[in-house]
């Protein structure tokens, strides 16, 4: 896999409901390597750190040909548009299992969760329909956790140093969000550790209200 675009924000803000919202969503691609640590990239601004950023959210990167299906519909966009801080050629969410290890420039990327849109990706796509386009196109990008530190450019090589040999896929992960989950898939997902707790919680309501 490739880096196609490292992308960074500086802080903006939405109007919602008459009060000031401010936002990390509006990622530009940056012009030379970006220094990435632990918690994220230095010169990214996140805006709330429970829903983005942080440990386990350190890096949110998209597959870059996820933007030929997006651009059938919205002709133009660019990358960073849903907020990703990496575009990766070869980024597939059916491809990478939860756990698994990524080397990037000395640093290792851990796949932890997909991404589930919010109310800003609505606001910057200018309707909150577009929420449940994103769901149901199965799209998600992959959050990761960051283990060290170093600079990153569009350019660089990713590949997958340290397979975690989990049964449950990204795509599979997505499925607590798009509906999609039938009762193995939500098993396989209560039952993985390298699940978040709080998800195979959610698995296991998913699975109790289908028995």
């Known amino acids: 896999m490739r880096i196609v ?17 401010f936002t990390g969503i509006f990622k530009e691609p940056a012009d030379q390597p970006a220094e990435l640590t632990e918690l ?22 998209y597959g870059a040909q996820h933007y030929d299906y997006w651009r059938r519909r919205y002709p133009g966009l660019s990358y960073g548009m849903f907020g990703e801080n990496l575009t990766v050629e070869g980024l597939d969410e059916h491809g990478v299992r939860v756990g698994d290890r990524f080397e990037l420039n000395g640093i290792l990327l851990r ?25 149901e196109a199965g799209r998600s990008g992959i959050y990761f956790a960051v283990e060290g530190s170093g600079r990153i450019a569009a350019g660089d090589s990713m590949t997958l140093s340290q397979p975690s ?22 098993r396989a997902i209560a039952n ?8 195979r919680k959610r698995a296991l309501e998913h699975l109790s209200r289908t028995a």
């Open 111 to 135: 796949a932890v969760q997909p991404r589930v849109p919010c109310m800003k990706l609505g606001l910057k796509f200018g309707s909150q329909a577009f929420l449940k386009m994103f769901l």
């Open 5 to 21: 675009s490292v992308n960074l924000a500086q802080r903006r803000s939405f109007t919602v409901d008459g009060r000031e919202v």
């Open 192 to 199: 993985c550790a390298y699940v978040l707790p709080k998800y």
């Open 40 to 61: 994220g990239f230095t010169e990214d601004f996140i805006a709330d750190p429970r829903y983005h950023g942080g440990p386990d959210k350190a890096v949110y990167a």
């Open 165 to 186: 040999g989990a049964e449950v896929t990204l795509a599979q992960h997505f499925t607590l969000w798009d509906g999609r989950g039938d009762p193995r898939t939500l």
